[in-house]
């Protein structure tokens, strides 16, 4: 087997970072993944021209879905059993295997995990410090996990091929998703009193009251009375009233 | 506004758009960012950062898992920003308001470019069976073009929102304040519910009160 270039894993790992850019009802983004795989495809014998990635790239662009940052998992490990020589059916497999782990990893690893930490620090820095500060902060927690898990991913996935399921037992990883959400549940927790502060602190009483009415108000509907109408509508629905009370 | 700051947050806003779902997904997207770097183009950090934070609290509620339907908070914290810039309190809320009326739209919009992807990838159906690599770039590609456009419309739309609603808002100052303190408490329980989901049942509530205890104690001690 001849293993792609370097050039080919970076390319791949670039058009990764595009991956949702067509992302569809039908195919999800499928065709995300089969344009970033295509680079280590052309290292099949007989290259671009010849039959096996020929018929690599005719499976490339089928349903597909799952985490965008996970995607580079499956990416290397589909190129890694094509330049195997798996037969087709169970390349295809293998693609339908990884949509539900894929997703479910890296939502909880990175939506209810990493980004809400990561907002809630920028959030508690912003209140605190200097203009910018906590949104650089937010940015850098967030993309070095980003990046790395990406990076990560795509040599992983073509270094473990067919038997993925053991780069997902890695220790790190089902680690850092027992400690990621009580981490996050903390760090939010941690930015409510300063960002409190900020926002509502140099304000009068009555204004303090008013606040305190919409924290009971978010409170009371989105725990209990309509949780699926979600706290922009229900902002919306406030100032409309707001507005209104004071027109009249 | 001068025609060189419109073109700039134009920029921007189109910028976040795409950081969304298309491109990279640094978090450029996330209000705290988008709105630090818009009031910073528009000569007011301070404002920006404001209206970032409140509008963060409100992102926090937004899990943007697989086909879901979520709002787009990048143009409309640049919207947001130009909204409540130039006043203090009063006009914070407005300012929200507007972001969060174009985050609304935003959510509308993306599944709107989805439906237009899914023609697209059925009209292209047969070449991409084929493994045709060229329309698959072609495909890939025109996705970026489309968010583009739709961030760009967006940004446009919200921005002349926001002028509308500086010169047109029907509230009082004081009326203004109280509509930005019930924003603030509304986004605060939000993100108070939230933070414990984030690790379910009372595990997340122990934790999230170790937070809070540790914020208050910064609070305390700065």
């Known amino acids: ?248 | 506004m001068s025609a060189l700051t419109f073109a700039v947050l134009v920029t921007w806003g189109v910028i976040t758009g795409i950081d969304l779902v298309s491109v990279l997904q640094s978090m450029v997207a996330r209000p705290l960012v988008a709105a630090t770097v818009a009031g910073a183009l528009v000569g007011e950090p301070v404002t920006g950062v404001l209206v970032g934070m409140m509008l963060e609290l409100y992102a926090l509620e937004v899990l943007p898992v697989g086909g879901a339907r979520y709002p787009d908070y990048g143009p409309a914290a640049v919207a947001a920003t130009v909204a409540a810039a130039g006043g203090g309190p009063e006009t914070l809320g407005v300012g929200v308001v507007v972001g969060l009326l174009v985050a609304e739209a935003g959510a509308w919009s993306i599944q709107v470019l989805r439906r237009w992807n899914t023609r697209r990838v059925r009209a292209a159906a047969v070449p991409l069976d084929a493994g045709d690599f060229r329309v698959i770039q072609r495909v890939q590609l025109a996705g970026i073009a489309r968010d583009a456009l739709r961030a760009l419309l967006l940004t446009t739309t919200g921005l002349a929102l926001a002028v509308a609603a500086r010169r047109w808002w029907p509230v009082s100052p004081r009326a203004g304040v109280l509509l930005t303190a019930v924003l603030a408490g509304i986004g605060l329980g939000t993100a108070m519910l939230n933070g414990k989901r984030l690790a379910q049942g009372r595990r997340g509530l122990v934790w999230m009160s170790i937070g809070v205890a540790g914020g208050l104690g910064w609070l305390l001690l700065r």
């Open chain 1, 1 to 248: 087997m001849a293993a792609p270039p370097v050039t080919a894993f970076v390319r791949a790992f670039l058009r990764l970072l595009t991956v949702q850019a067509c992302f569809n009802y039908e195919r999800m983004i499928g065709v995300g993944l089969g344009y970033a795989i295509e680079p280590l495809l052309r290292a099949l014998p007989g290259g671009r021209d010849g039959p096996g990635y020929r018929e690599a790239m005719q499976r490339s662009t089928h349903y597909f879905n799952a985490h965008p940052y996970m995607v580079g998992l499956a990416a290397g490990a589909v190129a890694r059993a094509e330049h195997d020589g798996v037969p087709g059916a169970q390349v295809e497999r293998l693609r339908t295997a990884l949509v539900g782990p894929l997703g479910a990893v890296g939502d909880r690893l990175i939506w209810a995990g990493t980004l809400p930490a990561a907002s809630a620090v920028g959030l508690a820095l912003s209140a605190n410090t200097r203009a910018g500060i906590g949104a650089a902060a937010l940015l850098a927690l967030y993309n070095v996990p980003h990046l790395v898990l990406r990076v990560w991913g795509l040599v992983a996935g073509w270094r473990h091929g067919t038997a993925l399921g053991r780069a997902l037992a890695a220790p790190l990883l089902r680690g850092a998703l027992t400690v990621v959400g009580p981490l996050a549940a903390g760090a939010v927790g941690f930015a409510l009193p300063p960002v409190t502060a900020r926002l509502v602190g140099p304000l009068d009483l009555a204004a303090w009251i008013a606040a305190a009415a919409g924290v009971g108000l978010a409170v009371v509907t989105l725990r209990f009375a309509a949780p699926r109408l979600g706290a922009l509508r229900l902002a919306l629905a406030a100032a409309a009233t707001v507005a209104l009370g004071a027109a009249l």
